[in-house]
């Protein structure tokens, strides 16, 4: 990480090159690569207005004279800034992270550049997803006296809740833990069917997941041997986190928060407290309870008797402590433990993003050429399959942990990327399970191109409106070349050469990031 003290404050970080010296200098913040971001995160607000996930009765401008924004030529030109101010804040992300890789910028600047990318998402309209709205209508069930476990939210009677939820979950019962339901809960006592509102501060709810993961980094990098400002640019600054965990937004960063911030806890020999900080993340979504059999791991390899003494005490250890602080996440929240049956809602979801319904669609489309048969036959068979090797991926990594320390926790990110992978639904926001303790592990240059166009690709699978594009295959193909392209930029300047020539070294220095 580079030092920045002396240098001149009116000086960026852009200008940083003296071609006639060939001596880079260092100054203290990326000042245009920052206001670049922040001005295409305006413009996604702004155009959200009309683009986004907006409400199906607005009560700001729905009939005003700004109403022109939300339909025919006026929406089309609300999606073109749109995405213009999405591809702005990758530009932005990118350029940051050259200046991240080359030395010039260290931790600082790259958390006051995410700062000021978030910032406007707190107040958009949802975009990219419309799953704000099905997190105040779970919420809101308790409190009309359902059981949000068993009943979905076409059982209100409540217009403004009910119409903007999907028609594809209006009888889907909640899927989330107890911890969630009781903020969903918090959020609706205090905001009623003000539905604007309720955004609102079911994000400020959510943002506490990005404080947890910015407390926990520094630590996860110390321990499995990364880079802090890349670990930082990966996981707070990136587009997953910006637009699609914030501007969703979705209750993923929550999870994410409390499993990194447990994780590092386990690793600085906190034990108990890092159990429990993991379970209060599974009383919010499930899917972080993988990351525990691995942690167990963790603690056994702080013990000083043999490995299996080791491990029957940690595993008993965390065991209790899981029970005691579910139960009482289950007790304060008010619900009981039906959401475990609820687990399997999403599966109703098909799409190729999980790689065992992807492969049965493609098995399907070529025996269709000679058999005309129903496509779920192809995708639960593949589905069985994918949840078979699924199960045996998770064991293997599980027993390879065995020696505890960093490598536990390394092939626990792995376990979590390989349940969102195979998992027989999947969401583009579910990459970030595992994403988020793997930003602090040693990347070489090549592999962080691949995790920008992947991040750039994932976000770009939904309209801003939330709705599915992954089989609009022109759209995909575009979206495709265009994360390409993001990727390939954070390896060279211009790749296209539509620019002059940018003079900023590419070079890598200091530990985390390799050739």
Not at 151 to 179: E, I
Not at 182 to 205: F, Q, Y
Not at 405 to 413: L, M, N, Y
Request: charged share 10%; glycine share 10%; aromatic share 8%.
């Amino acid at each position: 990480m580079s030092t920045t003290t002396g240098a001149p404050p009116v000086t960026t970080v852009d200008d940083a090159t003296s071609a006639e010296s060939g001596v880079r200098r260092t100054h203290p913040l990326p000042v245009r690569t920052i206001a670049l971001g922040t001005v295409g995160s305006l413009l996604i607000l702004v155009s959200a207005l009309g683009a986004g996930a907006i409400l199906a009765q607005d009560p700001l401008i729905g009939r005003g004279a700004m109403s022109w924004i939300r339909y025919g030529h006026g929406r089309m030109l609300a999606t073109v800034v749109l995405y213009t101010g999405f591809l702005l804040v990758v530009w932005a992300w990118v350029r940051l992270g050259r200046h991240v890789l080359a030395g010039r910028v260290g931790t600082r600047p790259v958390l006051v550049a995410a700062a000021c990318w978030i910032v406007p998402m707190l107040l958009s309209p949802p975009v990219f997803s419309r799953d704000a709205y099905l997190y105040i209508a779970y919420g809101t069930l308790p409190l009309h006296g359902f059981d949000p476990f068993t009943v979905g939210p076409g059982n209100l009677d409540v217009d403004p809740v009910v119409d903007n939820v999907d028609s594809f979950w209006q009888s889907t019962p909640a899927p989330y833990g107890p911890l969630f339901i009781l903020l969903a809960k918090g959020v609706i006592s205090l905001t009623g069917t003000n539905m604007i509102l309720g955004v609102l501060l079911m994000r400020l709810g959510l943002v506490v997941g990005v404080l947890l993961l910015m407390w926990a980094l520094p630590v996860l990098v110390r321990h499995l041997g990364g880079r802090l400002p890349v670990a930082m640019w990966l996981a707070i600054a990136g587009p997953m986190t910006v637009v699609h965990l914030i501007g969703g937004p979705h209750n993923d960063v929550l999870m994410v928060g409390f499993l990194a911030a447990g994780t590092a806890l386990v690793l600085e020999r906190r034990h108990v407290a890092g159990i429990a900080l993991v379970t209060v993340g599974v009383a919010v979504k499930a899917t972080g309870a993988v990351a525990l059999p691995f942690l167990v791991w963790v603690w056994a390899g702080h013990l000083h008797s043999t490995r299996w003494r080791n491990f029957a005490r940690a595993c008993a250890c965390s065991v209790g402590i899981f029970v005691a602080t579910f139960a009482v996440a289950t007790l304060v929240s008010g619900v009981n433990l039906g959401w475990i049956a609820a687990l399997d809602a999403p599966t109703a979801i098909v799409n190729w993003l999980s790689l065992p319904t992807g492969v049965g669609e493609i098995i399907h489309s070529v025996v269709g050429l000679v058999i005309d048969l129903d496509k779920v036959y192809f995708v639960n068979a593949l589905r069985v399959v994918g949840g078979i090797l699924m199960i045996v991926i998770l064991v293997k990594q599980w027993w390879r942990a065995r020696d505890g320390g960093p490598d536990a926790v390394k092939r626990a990110a792995i376990a979590l990327l390989v349940v969102a992978i195979l998992s027989p639904a999947t969401l583009p926001w579910y990459l970030t399970w595992g994403f988020m303790l793997a930003a602090a592990l040693p990347w070489k240059r090549r592999q962080l191109a691949v995790q920008v166009s992947l991040a750039v690709f994932l976000v770009l699978t939904y309209t801003p409106a939330g709705d599915d594009l992954l089989y609009n295959w022109l759209f995909i193909a575009c979206a495709a070349g265009v994360s390409v392209l993001a990727g390939v930029s954070l390896l060279r300047h211009d790749p296209l050469n539509l620019f002059a020539a940018d003079r900023e070294p590419l070079l890598a220095v200091g530990p985390g990031v390799t050739r």
